[in-house]
C-alpha cells in the first residue's frame, strides 16, 4: 500500500431479516410498549445494528481509514464482490456465521485467506475451535488452565450420573454463542430437570448439550488486545448483587438480548471490577494463557467465574467480541484509557501488518485469476 494512499477498510457484517430493536422503537412511539424498568428511555437507548456498524465506520473514517460497510446478507456472491469489486486492503471482519450457521463463521476467514486479503480477528482454526464448546474445553483442559467439570451429551440415555459431576449444573447447546439457548432453566438440580434439559437441547437445537458443574459465584469478563505482546484490560465484572431471588445470576439470552424482560435491565456492569490484586494477576494469566492457546489474534473475550474461595474458572471463550461502543470489550478498553476510534484503529494495525508483499516483485495476482494490465 503507498503511504500517500488511505487505506481502505471494508467492514464486512452479516445481517438478515429484521432488526428487532428498529421494531421496538417504532413500538415505543406507537405507544404499544411498556418498559420493565417504567421509564421508556432504557429502551429507547438501545442502538440498532445498523447503528453500530455506523459508529464502527465513521470512527475509522475519523482515524484515516477509507472505510465502507458491506452487509453481506448471507449471500455469497455479496461476500465474493465486497472482497473484489473493488478489493479492499482490510476487511473488518464482524461476519458471525454463514448460511445461517454460526458454525461456517471460519469459512468466511478462510476466504479472505484464499484471496489473501488481511483481515481483523482470528483465523478460521481458532473460530472453529471456539464455536465447538467441547474442542475449546480439551484444549484447556490439557494445558490445564482451571475449566468446570463437564460432559458432551450426544444422545439419549444418558449415563445416570454423567462423569460424576456434582449438581447444580449448567446445560448449553455445544455449537452456539451469544448464549443461544441459555435462560434460567439452564441451571439443574437434579436428574430430572437435567433430562428435561439435555432433551430440548437435542430435539430443537440438534446439537451436543454441553452438560458442566455450574461455578456459583462472580462474573468476569476480560478483555485482551494485541499479538506480539498481548495486553488484558481491566476486567468488567456483570454484578448480579440486585437479582430478585427467582435469578440465578447467568449471562442468559434474555439477559443479553430482550430488553422487554426485566432481567436485562438488572444486572450492572461494573469495569473496573473490584478484585484484589492477587486475584487480579491470575486473571490476568489465565486470560492471557487462554488466548494464546486458542490461538486468539488482535483481540478477544475471556468469560471466567471466580468462586467464593478465590478459584477462577474459563467458562467461555470469544474471539472476535462484540465492539458496540461502551459495552463489554469497548467499556474495557475505556476503562483502559482507550477511544473507541484507537482501538479500532489498533486492530486494524494489528491486520495491516499481515500485508503480504508483491512476490517477484510484480503485482499482486487478482483474485478472479486474470492477469493485472
Same mark, same amino acid.
Given at each position: =500500500?503507498?503511504?500517500?494512499?488511505?487505506?481502505?477498510?471494508?467492514?464486512?457484517?452479516?445481517?438478515?431479516?429484521?432488526?428487532?430493536?428498529?421494531?421496538?422503537?417504532?413500538?415505543?412511539?406507537?405507544?404499544?410498549?411498556?418498559?420493565?424498568?417504567?421509564?421508556?428511555?432504557?429502551?429507547?437507548?438501545?442502538?440498532?445494528?445498523?447503528?453500530?456498524?455506523?459508529?464502527?465506520? +465513521?470512527?475509522?473514517?475519523?482515524?484515516?481509514?477509507?472505510? !465502507?460497510?458491506?452487509?453481506?446478507?448471507?449471500?455469497?456472491?455479496?461476500?465474493?464482490?465486497?472482497?473484489?469489486?473493488?478489493?479492499?486492503?482490510?476487511?473488518?471482519? $464482524?461476519?458471525?456465521?454463514?448460511?445461517?450457521?454460526?458454525?461456517?463463521?471460519?469459512?468466511?476467514?478462510?476466504?479472505?485467506?484464499?484471496?489473501?486479503?488481511?483481515?481483523?480477528?482470528?483465523?478460521?482454526?481458532?473460530?472453529?475451535?471456539?464455536?465447538?464448546?467441547?474442542?475449546?474445553?480439551?484444549?484447556?483442559?490439557?494445558?490445564?488452565?482451571?475449566?468446570?467439570?463437564?460432559?458432551?451429551?450426544?444422545?439419549?440415555?444418558?449415563?445416570? @450420573?454423567?462423569?460424576? $459431576?456434582?449438581?447444580?449444573?449448567?446445560? @448449553?447447546? +455445544?455449537?452456539?454463542? *451469544?448464549?443461544?439457548?441459555?435462560?434460567?432453566?439452564?441451571?439443574?438440580?437434579? !436428574?430430572?430437570?437435567?433430562?428435561?434439559?439435555?432433551? =430440548?437441547?437435542?430435539?430443537?437445537?440438534?446439537?451436543?448439550?454441553?452438560?458442566?458443574?455450574?461455578?456459583?459465584?462472580?462474573?468476569?469478563?476480560?478483555?485482551?488486545?494485541?499479538?506480539?505482546?498481548?495486553?488484558?484490560?481491566?476486567?468488567?465484572?456483570?454484578?448480579?448483587?440486585?437479582?430478585?431471588?427467582q435469578y440465578r445470576g447467568i449471562l442468559s439470552f434474555e439477559s443479553k438480548w430482550d430488553p422487554l424482560h426485566e432481567v436485562f435491565h438488572l444486572g450492572k456492569l461494573v469495569c473496573p471490577a473490584e478484585v484484589a490484586e492477587p486475584v487480579r494477576s491470575k486473571v490476568e494469566e489465565i486470560a492471557l494463557r487462554t488466548y494464546r *492457546?486458542?490461538?486468539?489474534?488482535?483481540?478477544?473475550?475471556?468469560?471466567?467465574?471466580?468462586?467464593?474461595?478465590?478459584?477462577?474458572?474459563?467458562?467461555?471463550?470469544?474471539?472476535?467480541?462484540?465492539?458496540?461502543?461502551?459495552? +463489554?470489550? =469497548?467499556?474495557?478498553?475505556?476503562?483502559?484509557?482507550?477511544?473507541?476510534?484507537?482501538?479500532?484503529?489498533?486492530?486494524?494495525?494489528?491486520?495491516? @501488518?499481515?500485508?503480504?508483499?508483491?512476490?517477484?516483485?510484480?503485482?499482486?495476482?487478482?483474485?478472479?485469476?486474470?492477469?493485472?494490465?
Amino acid at each position: =500500500m503507498s503511504p500517500t494512499r488511505r487505506t481502505s477498510v471494508a467492514v464486512l457484517y452479516n445481517f438478515v431479516g429484521e432488526d428487532e430493536y428498529e421494531t421496538l422503537r417504532v413500538r415505543i412511539r406507537n405507544g404499544d410498549v411498556v418498559s420493565p424498568t417504567g421509564d421508556l428511555k432504557d429502551l429507547e437507548s438501545i442502538s440498532t445494528v445498523r447503528e453500530d456498524i455506523d459508529a464502527i465506520v +465513521a470512527a475509522l473514517r475519523d482515524e484515516g481509514y477509507a472505510a !465502507r460497510a458491506v452487509n453481506i446478507r448471507d449471500d455469497f456472491d455479496r461476500l465474493f464482490r465486497a472482497l473484489t469489486s473493488p478489493r479492499p486492503d482490510v476487511v473488518f471482519n $464482524l461476519v458471525e456465521f454463514f448460511n445461517n450457521s454460526p458454525r461456517q463463521e471460519d469459512r468466511v476467514a478462510a476466504l479472505y485467506d484464499l484471496l489473501r486479503i488481511p483481515y481483523t480477528g482470528s483465523p478460521p482454526m481458532t473460530l472453529a475451535i471456539c464455536q465447538r464448546k467441547g474442542l475449546t474445553k480439551q484444549v484447556l483442559r490439557g494445558l490445564r488452565i482451571p475449566i468446570p467439570r463437564y460432559v458432551l451429551v450426544r444422545e439419549e440415555p444418558f449415563p445416570p @450420573k454423567p462423569s460424576g $459431576l456434582v449438581y447444580p449444573l449448567i446445560v @448449553k447447546p +455445544a455449537w452456539e454463542d *451469544a448464549s443461544t439457548g441459555v435462560d434460567e432453566l439452564a441451571v439443574v438440580e437434579d !436428574r430430572a430437570q437435567l433430562e428435561r434439559r439435555v432433551h =430440548m437441547i437435542l430435539s430443537e437445537h440438534r446439537q451436543p448439550a454441553l452438560v458442566e458443574e455450574f461455578i456459583a459465584g462472580r462474573e468476569l469478563g476480560v478483555s485482551v488486545i494485541g499479538n506480539a505482546n498481548p495486553v488484558v484490560l481491566p476486567i468488567e465484572e456483570v454484578d448480579f448483587s440486585n437479582l430478585p431471588p427467582q435469578y440465578r445470576g447467568i449471562l442468559s439470552f434474555e439477559s443479553k438480548w430482550d430488553p422487554l424482560h426485566e432481567v436485562f435491565h438488572l444486572g450492572k456492569l461494573v469495569c473496573p471490577a473490584e478484585v484484589a490484586e492477587p486475584v487480579r494477576s491470575k486473571v490476568e494469566e489465565i486470560a492471557l494463557r487462554t488466548y494464546r *492457546a486458542l490461538g486468539c489474534r488482535d483481540y478477544a473475550r475471556i468469560d471466567m467465574r471466580l468462586d467464593k474461595d478465590d478459584r477462577l474458572f474459563v467458562l467461555e471463550v470469544n474471539p472476535n467480541p462484540d465492539l458496540t461502543e461502551g459495552v +463489554a470489550f =469497548m467499556a474495557s478498553a475505556e476503562a483502559a484509557g482507550m477511544s473507541f476510534a484507537g482501538t479500532l484503529k489498533t486492530i486494524v494495525e494489528e491486520a495491516v @501488518k499481515r500485508v503480504e508483499p508483491p512476490s517477484g516483485g510484480g503485482e499482486p495476482a487478482r483474485p478472479d485469476g486474470r492477469e493485472t494490465a
